[in-house]
């Protein structure tokens, strides 16, 4: 359980890692 909490924390930092770079772009593509 440990080990699977451990890799979901990760996935979720790597998808909000994601999402803000994506922002990052739109943002700068607007701006």
């Known amino acids: 359980p440990f080990y699977t909490g451990q ?5 979720t930092a790597g998808r909000i890692d994601r999402f803000r770079k994506r922002y990052e772009n739109f943002y ?3 701006n």
């Open 7 to 11: 890799q979901k924390i990760v996935d």
């Open 28 to 30: 700068d593509k607007k």
